[in-house]
């Protein structure tokens, strides 16, 4: 739960800091752990995207945005889960002077995502990333619903909206999507007819204990990490 305190880095990819971690204690190589974080991001993205797809086609909004990010992604899948796309390009990247002195950084990252992009593994995460996001998507019901709006608040286009804003959030790529992603929501609630400070507050609170509560426990995570295994130290990874 360590890399929760990087939540607020753009697009997560802070949370990079486990794979460093999980160096210290086994010394296994970054470059073999850090795609773990690359493809825990996708399927973060797939799950967004499925449920973002059926609100957008549910409720007519925001079609093309979700559409052309889902191809990107399903693009970028298809690219690194076949080694016959994959592997003329690695091949590429040999010829560059600075990428080919990493050379076997680089085939340890390709080879850990290629197993974990393989059909039976990639299912399985993207269930349990969305079993996860469904949750959060139910958090912001729970909180909509106790807020005295005059509007038809549903748990699907709850989880419409909230998908969607995160989407648009880390697409942006600020720092967890700050600005982007609030301005989302609010601007959802006021167009489906709630007033502007109910829907600002209940942004608020959603973020609050999404957000900001992952990086407390991440707070406290490093904090109880550093307590049991000793301050983590920055070193470049050796060759």
């Known amino acids: ?33 850090a795609p773990i974080i690359f ?13 973002a797809l059926a609100g957008a086609y549910y409720y007519n909004y925001g079609r093309a945005v979700v559409l052309s990010i889902s191809v990107f992604f399903f ?5 690194l889960s076949n080694r016959r796309l994959a592997l003329p390009v690695l091949k590429l990247l040999e010829k560059n002077s600075f990428l080919g002195k990493h050379l076997s950084k680089i085939h340890n990252a390709y080879e850990s995502s290629y197993q974990m992009l393989q059909p039976v593994p990639l299912i399985k995460m993207t269930l349990v990333s969305l079993a996860s996001w469904f949750f959060e998507c139910l958090g912001y019901y729970i909180i909509l619903i106790n ?5 038809n608040i549903t748990l699907l286009w709850s989880a419409f909206s909230y998908c969607f804003a995160t989407i648009v959030g880390a697409v942006s790529m600020l720092p967890g999507g700050l600005g982007v992603t609030e301005g989302s929501l609010t601007f959802m609630l006021i167009q489906k007819g709630a007033t502007a400070q109910y829907a600002v507050a209940s942004t608020f609170i959603i973020r609050v204990v999404t957000l900001w509560f992952a990086v407390l426990v991440g707070v ?7 307590r049991r295994f000793g301050k983590i130290s920055f070193e470049p990874e050796r060759s």
């Open 1 to 33: 739960m360590s890399g929760l305190v990087m939540s607020v880095t753009p697009g997560k990819m802070g949370e990079l800091l486990k794979a460093y971690l999980v160096k210290e204690l086994t010394d296994t190589p970054i470059s073999k752990t």
């Open 147 to 151: 807020f005295p709006f005059k509007i």
């Open 220 to 226: 406290i995570s490093v904090s109880a990490y550093q």
């Open 75 to 79: 693009i970028l899948i298809v690219f």
């Open 39 to 51: 493809v825990e991001r996708i399927t973060d993205f797939v799950s967004l995207m499925l449920i």
